[in-house]
């Protein structure tokens, strides 16, 4: 017997016509994540539909961090060609992996051709996080830790090659510059999203550790976690109060010494720091577990108070780097990308969008989330040429979309969404 997993007929909260906008978003979703299925695994935006020209025609791949964002948002689904293209997705990945340990960027569909660089020749670090944070939850959900057993001496090669980015022993992680999913922006050193993908990598190692009966390792790398989360917060999370045995401030305290945080800042180096609203990072650090919810509260409220839910949910940064700003880089201009309310510089992302109602769920407010929902289908209902496309992204002020249609990551964050909306928020497990 099929699993129940989504049951808008519970939204009480919704008008009939809303209930039947989300309930064809959800059949739509899954329509859209299906365009994304290849011999190889999952393509970040349907091959069909996307004509590609000069620097696009990457997107004719499989991409280690869309394709495990998608494979671990349908996880839930019981349809065989999704739950394959989840297998083959990680199999692509892991077997193009290169000596030193790092798994590619993405890999050409037509030709096989790895690429472990974005923008500029500069090493994509996330992709190496999601592909183990999913390849963890796809195992556990199934019940068999096949495919990790099959690729082990892969994954701790892949570990390894994360953890000597912590160059200095200090616990995080130290980026290069547009080396993640914003691989056209400016933040670097110690990067929110980046520093959050970390804890969850290593806290998901752990279960993979201690399912493949390597239990002394298990127990090394859940020291490392909660080493890991004792730095980032006394770094991300800006406060006035120091415990008692904390020790002599460091540049960073010097510069937090503005006042208390509301949210995690989005970046800190030894000689500088970004006070912007990396909102991605926020909704993650708390939908992996790793801020708690007094603390997420505040950030809720900041994030409504801005409005990063209007026009629809929700914008990445707030606010926007604007020109002549001293965070602005001159290559934000490269393909217009990142002009203010684009892109990575305050755009519209419904796969955030999806983390954004999951979040407010979790939080406790249902009725809240249910309607953000509804906010979320009506952006994805909008299309360049026909509706329910699925964007990749959407201007920031308009909510006009601006990416490839039917994006597999905005589809399977759509599904992900419905199926948390339907558990009580304390049973939601912090699954990304």
């Not at 519970?10 to 329509?31: K, P």
């Not at 994540?33 to 935006?45: D, E, H, L, Q």
């Not at 945080?261 to 990072?281: E, I, K, M, N, T």
Request: hydrophobic share 40%; net charge negative.
């Amino acid at each position: 017997m099929a699993k129940i997993l989504f049951r808008p007929e519970e939204y009480r909260v919704l008008t009939e016509a809303e209930r039947e906008i989300v309930s064809a978003g959800y059949l739509r979703a899954i329509a859209a994540v299906r365009k994304n299925i290849t011999p190889c695994g999952f393509s970040a935006c349907s091959l069909a539909d996307n004509t590609v020209y000069g620097t696009d025609e990457n997107y004719r791949s499989v991409w280690a961090r869309d394709g495990a964002i998608t494979a671990l948002w349908t996880l839930d689904l019981e349809d065989e060609d999704i739950r394959q293209a989840q297998i083959d997705t990680f199999e692509t990945l892991l077997n193009k992996q290169s000596p030193t340990g790092q798994i590619p960027a993405n890999v050409r569909i037509e030709t096989g051709e790895p690429d472990y660089a974005g923008v500029g020749g500069i090493a994509s670090i996330d992709s190496v996080m999601w592909t183990i944070i999913g390849i963890v939850h796809l195992c556990e959900t199934r019940g068999d830790w096949s495919l990790a057993r099959r690729h082990a001496d892969r994954l701790q090669r892949a570990m390894d090659w994360l953890g000597a980015h912590d160059s200095n022993g200090c616990g995080l992680l130290e980026i290069p510059e547009a080396s993640d999913w914003a691989d056209l922006f400016g933040f670097s050193y110690h990067v929110l999203y980046d520093e959050v993908l970390w804890y969850r990598t290593i806290d998901c190692y752990v279960k993979l550790a201690e399912n493949l009966g390597e239990h002394a390792k298990a127990d090394g790398y859940r020291r490392h976690a909660a080493f890991v989360k004792k730095k980032f917060l006394k770094t991300f999370w800006p406060t006035t109060y120091h415990e008692d045995d904390a020790p002599g401030h460091s540049f960073a305290d010097t510069q937090y010494s503005l006042g208390d945080a509301r949210y995690l800042v989005a970046q800190v180096s030894p000689f500088s720091f970004s006070w912007r609203c990396d909102v991605c990072g926020n909704l993650l650090a708390y939908l992996t577990g790793l801020l708690d919810k007094e603390r997420a509260l505040m950030t809720f409220r900041f994030l409504w108070g801005t409005g990063v839910n209007e026009p629809a949910p929700v914008k990445n940064l707030y606010p926007p780097v604007q020109a002549g700003d001293p965070e602005w880089r001159s290559y934000y201009t490269v393909n217009l990308l990142n002009l203010p309310n684009h892109y990575h510089n305050g755009g519209i992302w419904p796969f955030i969008g999806s983390m954004w109602v999951r979040y407010i769920h979790r939080l406790g407010m249902p009725e809240l989330a249910q309607r953000e929902l509804v906010k979320l289908a009506e952006l994805c209902r909008l299309g360049l040429t026909h509706p329910w496309e699925f964007n990749e992204w959407h201007h920031g002020v308009t909510g006009r979309p601006m990416g490839k249609l039917y994006q597999a990551w905005s589809a399977a964050g759509f599904i992900r969404a419905c199926h948390d909306l339907g558990a009580i928020p304390d049973d939601v497990s912090h699954a990304i």
